[in-house]
């Protein structure tokens, strides 16, 4: 009867045994909040220095803006095709031609009248009024097309610069999310050895701790790695200087409903720019066809002179033309003819790609917000839910330090899941926004 009764007590007092056990390594923890603060700081949160230029979405469009490579060549390619619509509507210079001499007698029976010899001319080419008109339509070509391309180069460089900015953000992130789950292995570790210390725990389970904490120590230093070249990257794509200490600040754009892809199919086929750029240039070889077979009508040129001789004067004027019998320009026409069909094979090629483009960025959209709203409102918060019941268990003697971090490894999982759902999502509203499916800064 005794041993019984003594084995029930131990039964009753053995939960009040445990939370004493809990108080007592709560205690020792209180006192050595300085190891734990020494431990996580050295970690810094973001790789970036105390001198760090705050940078919005719009401060860094605008610095893009201004300083980009390829807008600056895209505009300079504008302002040639400006020159050249200039000289295509140029006339042709005229020719002047003085000559000056002497004229000597020669000794035979009528000699000439020796003295001064002048002779002065002039010529005008002649503009055939078709091919005129045809080198100025090629011209006016040529700005379209340039502008439309600067349009698309613009929309590139805009789209290049929103997908380095959230990648940054996205980097940041990564970081802190790593740095807390530092934070949890580090309180783990430092209570895993408190209770080696007093004999409660075997050395294995500190073995596995210090093993986790390495792991999320790597973990950290891998983002931030990935932060530093993902600046590196922003830092090209808005032409920042490269002493510039870059901390891009910002959010993500809300999720928004995309309408039926097939109601902007049309849309961007229509007006997208490189569409248009590519229907700028197949009228422009078209007119730069005409103009080659324009130039098989002869060209004639006008000239009038006159001349002064010691015993006479005397002018004249014509008109000289030349013959097309040997060159027919057949190998330039050819040439023209082709180039009609390469811009036309352009055009469906480039109709292709904007189809191909449009369609996979509404499918990575809708499958992204489709897994980030499931993670958000399920999996995400099965994960926090297991991890306290995990550490709660873990406190309380129920579960071994395992249990905790496979728990906490979930948790991160599902949170880079989320995260990448998330950024994903946005990439692809990046994507649609450069395609001209959904207006910037559209809101649900």
Not at 157 to 180: P, S
Not at 216 to 221: K, P
Not at 317 to 332: E, H, N, Y
Not at 380 to 400: D, H, I, P, Q
């Amino acid at each position: 009867m005794f041993p019984a009764y003594v084995f029930w007590l131990a039964d009753c007092l053995r939960p009040y045994v445990t939370l004493c056990k809990f108080a007592f390594f709560s205690l020792i923890l209180s006192v050595q909040p300085a190891l734990a603060q020494t431990t996580v700081a050295s970690l810094p949160v973001a790789p970036v220095s105390e001198s760090s230029i705050p940078l919005s979405l719009v401060d860094a469009i605008a610095m893009a803006e201004r300083g980009n490579p390829r807008l600056q060549e895209a505009a300079a390619n504008a302002d040639r095709s400006a020159a050249a619509a200039k000289t295509a509507r140029a006339y042709t210079n005229p020719s002047l031609e003085v000559f000056q001499g002497r004229q000597y007698a020669r000794p035979i029976s009528t000699p000439g009248v020796p003295g001064l010899l002048q002779h002065y001319a002039a010529y005008q080419a002649i503009e055939v009024p078709s091919e005129r008109a045809a080198r100025q339509r090629v011209a006016v070509g040529g700005i379209s097309s340039s502008k439309f391309a600067q349009q698309g180069v613009t929309l590139s460089v805009v789209a290049d610069v929103k997908h380095a900015f959230y990648a940054a953000l996205r980097r940041r992130e990564e970081i802190g999310h790593a740095q807390e789950n530092l934070q949890l292995v580090e309180d783990l570790r430092r209570r895993v050895e408190l209770e080696v210390r007093v004999g409660e725990k075997g050395r294995l389970e500190l073995t596995r701790a210090e093993a986790e904490l390495a792991r999320a120590g790597f973990a950290v230093r891998s983002a931030q790695l990935e932060y530093a070249n993902a600046i590196a990257l922003l830092r090209v794509a808005i032409a920042a200087p490269a002493d510039a200490q870059l901390s891009p600040q910002g959010e993500l754009e809300p999720r928004i409903t995309l309408v039926p892809v097939a109601q902007v199919r049309e849309t961007v086929l229509q007006m997208h720019p490189a569409v248009r750029q590519s229907q700028a240039d197949i009228q422009t070889s078209k007119a730069s066809l005409d103009r080659e077979k324009a130039l098989r009508i002869p060209q004639p040129t006008a000239f009038a002179e006159y001349e002064n001789q010691p015993d006479l004067r005397f002018w004249r004027a014509g008109v000289t033309v030349p013959i097309p019998l040997w060159d027919r320009r057949r190998g330039q026409i050819g040439e023209a003819q082709a180039a009609v069909s390469r811009s036309n094979a352009l055009l469906a090629q480039r109709r292709l790609e904007l189809i191909s483009a449009l369609e996979r960025a509404y499918e990575q959209y809708q499958l992204a917000d489709q897994q980030a709203t499931s993670l958000e409102s399920g999996e995400l918060r099965a994960a926090e839910s297991a991890v306290e019941g995990a550490k709660a268990a873990y406190r309380f003697g129920e579960r071994g330090i395992v249990e905790v971090l496979d728990a906490q490894r979930v948790l991160q999982s599902v949170r880079g899941d989320l995260l990448a759902a998330q950024y994903a999502r946005q990439s692809a509203l990046v994507d649609l926004e450069e395609l001209g499916a959904v207006a910037p800064g559209t809101r649900p």
